[in-house]
């Protein structure tokens, strides 16, 4: 009867058109109140207790920093170098634009940042050089996935907070499958300006090359930066010297550590974050800090009281007794993502689903590191899906396109997308392997 309770009132409130974070948080504490299946005390309790968490405090600093990035300077330097790297190509531009979605995601964690940061100079770029608008469109939108699969990742934050699951290997495990859904986004995007008949941009010279790639160098050694930072040197010694190698800071610490970079580079190196534009990137980014924290919030709720109530390891049990193979669950997952993906952004629907799906998964010895990467190329394709992809509102913004015209500009490389999620899905070692040399 409880959990008829619970779901009833929040399928009635995301009909009726509720926030889902309001809808999470309210039909839990409805159910509670006319159940008492827990003291109501608890509620308060526990959102202290998941707020009240030190891997969780990596969000808004990734958050800030990939706006920083923005104001001052780096994504502009970021994408001159990927023009260098690949411009010269028939399709260059539009590659371009996925390179430069690759440098950006290496240090930004977020899809959404992404997109409006590549796309709000590589949209009117495209334009400008002969390629059609919605070719601009696609191609944004679905390279700005790539934020969320190449470490560091806000979602891969949050599974590895729900699953307990080691951050920086869930990092390692989505760097593979990033680089490969990249290259295969490039190949479409060459592909694609071939059918429209794209001529090559006009080739820098050698100069202007030289100082693209000079005043790069801040922006490029960012990733390398967060990357030593986290998985740390190697343990070597020459003669008596030593060292002794391992970690230097957490992910956690990491995340501050690249706003603070981002924010000196953009002060001191390229002078473009000025005091006043620093404040209205806090002005902007703090309302977006706020929305996770209240979904995180939430769906913490949520999970909770269905741990309660048994669900998660009922669910496990259920498919355990069923002798369902792993390659049929994970399609069943994929199925229930993608409905999922429709009507709901990456962060609950992480927060909602793997409390229940995660114990099932490893019930049937799936691989923690595998499963992830599963979630998030689901959750990348749902920000490219109607009604609620969160990364074709944020085109459709910048490009000034109707959601309806996005929608078929997108659909070409959403295809990429699909191929990605099954490649990933059934070819496990692509996800596994850089994880396991750390064994």
Same mark, same amino acid.
């Given at each position: 009867?409880?959990?008829? %309770?619970?779901?009833?009132?929040?399928?009635?409130?995301? $009909?009726?058109?509720? &926030?889902?974070?309001?809808?999470?948080?309210?039909?839990?504490?409805?159910?509670?109140?006319?159940?008492?299946?827990? &003291? *109501?005390?608890? %509620?308060?309790?526990?959102?202290?207790?998941?707020?009240?968490?030190? $891997?969780?405090?990596?969000?808004?600093?990734?958050?800030?920093?990939?706006?920083?990035?923005?104001?001052?300077?780096?994504?502009?330097?970021?994408?001159?170098?990927?023009?260098?790297?690949?411009?010269?190509?028939?399709?260059?531009?539009?590659?371009?634009?996925?390179?430069?979605?690759?440098?950006?995601?290496?240090?930004?964690?977020?899809? *959404?940042?992404?997109?409006?940061?590549?796309?709000? %100079?590589? $949209?009117?770029?495209?334009?400008?050089?002969?390629?059609?608008?919605?070719?601009?469109?696609?191609?944004?939108?679905?390279?700005?996935?790539?934020?969320?699969?190449?470490?560091?990742?806000i979602p891969l934050i949050l599974y590895g907070l729900v699953t307990e699951t080691s %951050?920086?290997?869930?990092?390692?495990?989505g760097l593979l499958p990033g680089f490969i859904y990249g290259a295969l986004l490039m190949l479409a995007a060459r592909f694609m300006a071939i059918?429209?008949?794209v001529q090559p941009v006009e080739i820098a010279s050698r100069i202007e090359k030289m100082r693209s790639i000079r005043l790069a160098v801040p922006a490029l050694l960012l990733p390398i930066f967060l990357m030593v930072g986290i998985y740390g040197f190697p343990a070597f010694s020459i003669g008596d010297f030593r060292v002794r190698g391992g970690a230097i800071f957490t992910p956690t610490?990491?995340?501050?550590?690249?706003?603070?970079?981002?924010? +000196?580079?953009?002060?001191?190196?390229?002078?473009?974050?000025?005091?006043?534009?620093?404040?209205?990137?806090?002005?902007?980014?703090?309302?977006?800090?706020g929305m996770v924290f209240w979904i995180v919030t939430n769906a913490i709720l949520f999970g909770f009281f269905l741990a309660q109530q048994g669900v998660p390891t009922a669910f496990a049990n259920w498919l355990v007794s069923m002798d369902m193979q792993p390659w049929m669950f994970l399609l069943l997952v994929n199925l229930a993502l993608l409905v999922a993906g429709l009507f709901m952004d990456g962060v609950p629907v992480i927060l909602i689903f793997m409390p229940v799906l995660f114990p099932a998964a490893m019930a049937l010895g799936i691989d923690p590191l595998h499963f992830a990467v599963i979630v998030i190329v689901n959750i990348e394709l749902g920000l490219l899906t109607p009604p609620i992809g969160i990364n074709l509102f944020v085109v459709s913004t910048i490009a000034r396109m109707p959601l309806h015209q996005v929608y078929r500009a997108v659909l070409p490389w959403m295809c990429v997308t699909a191929t990605v999620l099954?490649?990933?899905?059934?070819?496990?070692?692509?996800?596994?392997?850089?994880?396991?040399? +750390?064994?």
């Open positions: 009867m409880t959990l008829i %309770i619970l779901f009833t009132a929040f399928f009635v409130m995301l $009909i009726i058109g509720v &926030p889902v974070a309001v809808s999470l948080g309210g039909s839990m504490v409805l159910a509670v109140l006319v159940s008492g299946a827990i &003291p *109501p005390a608890i %509620i308060g309790q526990k959102i202290y207790s998941s707020l009240d968490n030190f $891997i969780l405090m990596a969000v808004p600093f990734f958050f800030l920093a990939a706006a920083l990035m923005e104001t001052g300077g780096i994504v502009r330097h970021l994408i001159n170098v990927a023009n260098i790297v690949v411009g010269r190509f028939r399709g260059g531009l539009g590659m371009t634009t996925i390179l430069a979605c690759i440098f950006f995601a290496a240090i930004s964690g977020s899809s *959404p940042a992404t997109v409006a940061a590549v796309g709000g %100079i590589m $949209i009117p770029a495209l334009v400008k050089h002969g390629y059609p608008l919605a070719y601009g469109v696609g191609a944004v939108a679905a390279a700005g996935g790539l934020g969320i699969l190449i470490p560091p990742s %951050i920086p290997r869930l990092f390692l495990a059918r429209f008949d610490e990491a995340a501050l550590m690249l706003a603070f970079a981002a924010l +000196l580079i953009g002060v001191f190196i390229y002078r473009q974050t000025t005091i006043r534009n620093f404040f209205e990137t806090l002005t902007a980014v703090i309302p977006r800090i099954v490649l990933v899905t059934y070819v496990p070692i692509i996800s596994t392997f850089l994880p396991s040399l +750390l064994d």
